[in-house]
């Protein structure tokens, strides 16, 4: 008895083989389905489309379940940290000591970007978005070390390490200078000495005759922020990267175009929008009972922004990590931000909202990971940035499943036409 799917079109039928993933997974390998039949699938949005088989992530949204290489995220969020989670993701393995200080090394020692890079933030309007400026500034990191970018996977994969270095310890301290620069402050340049974490808001809070010095709470928070965000398979940004890195693109390039993707509000543009929305019902005197209505109702546009999630449909562990981490250090920093409270009150008034169970609408990363960077100090429009450098190892790891393929092919996805069937030329005359 095969395990081939049958599919009947017309009056023929065709036997298409099944994959099945480590997890259990299935899929129909349509493949060879367009030469057999002459028809293609069609699948807006990919929602039920598997683009690869990969390695890095495993998801299941009817359970709540992320995994980053086997390693369940509730875990990794105890007793790990985004350095570790970093290697973890992109090595495929959590790092032995030896292996973690040789890494942290590689970070601590490509902090610093060129100095000419310096000059081309110079050239940008003091409230140019941050999201352009990162992905103009990753793109360009390939200028600066012309052998990691050669467009030749082969050659690219032989510097594949010094690359990723360059990519997780240089994307944030492109956004620090861009904040410092944006406010007409002193570039602070990275310390050595510094974890990853505490080195990024010393670029971003420390002034020439102050140093800033993360609390271990601060510091622990930010961690578990970018861990959380390290992967998360083949989202709208991640499939970007895998999409310009299948051209044979470099590194650089494949992951500044996954940083242009994140940028879109319904992605990862999303944490500034619940603040936004947080604020905004704050300001109105609201407790979010007549926002609810307004999202439930589509009117004015208005969505419960930080709600709902295309894999998804139970919830988000991320979220209910963040949420929880969110009152800690709030409480470590005797903070009372009142979009703490408004955002608890959506969450539980939403949770028992048919329109919400009905469609599947719970909590998502970015609910409460906005009130937690606003708590340290990161000013709103550097929200998705902060996410943009918490996701850089799982597009990493993603480019280098894409590079180290022998049988990669182009993305190339097919379509269904629909503009006019075939006319002739008409003469301006007879227009
Ligand atoms: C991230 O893919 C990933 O993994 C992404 C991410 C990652 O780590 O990379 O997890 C990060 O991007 C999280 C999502 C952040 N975006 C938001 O919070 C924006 C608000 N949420 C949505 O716009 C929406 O839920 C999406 C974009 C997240 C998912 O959209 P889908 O799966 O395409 O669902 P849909 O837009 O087709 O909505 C289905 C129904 C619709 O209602 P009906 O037309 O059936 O009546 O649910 C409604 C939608 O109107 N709906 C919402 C809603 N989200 C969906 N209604 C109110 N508020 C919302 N937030």
Known sequence: MSNDAILKIKDKEYSLPMIVGSEGETAVDARKLRNQSGCITY???????????????????????????GYPIDQLALDSDFVETAFLIIYGDLPTSEERAVFAKSLNENASVHARMLHLFEGYPRDAHPMAILSAMVNSLGCYDPHLATNDHKRDLENFSEAAAIAISKVRTIAAVSYRMSQGLPIIYPKIELPYCDNFLHMMFSDPYREYLATPEVSRALN?????????EQNCSTSTVRMVASSGANLFASTAAGICALWGPLHGGANM????????????????????????????????????HRVYKNFDPRAKIIGKACEELLDSLGIEDPCLDIARHLESAALKDDYFIERKLYPNVDFYSGIVMRAIGIPLNMFTVMFAIGRMPGWIANWKEVASNPKGKIYRPRQIYTGPVKRDYVSMEKR
């Open 273 to 308: 929008a619940v603040i936004q929305m947080l604020e905004s019902i704050h300001a109105e005197g609201d407790d979010g009972s007549r926002f609810i209505e307004a999202a439930k109702s589509g009117t004015g546009g208005k969505r419960l922004m930080g709600f709902g």
């Open 43 to 69: 699948d807006e949005g990919y929602g039920n489309t598997g683009s690869c088989q990969s390695d890095v992530t495993y998801i299941d949204g009817e359970q709540g379940i992320l995994r980053y290489r």
């Open 224 to 232: 578990l922020l970018l861990l959380l965000h390290a992967d998360h």
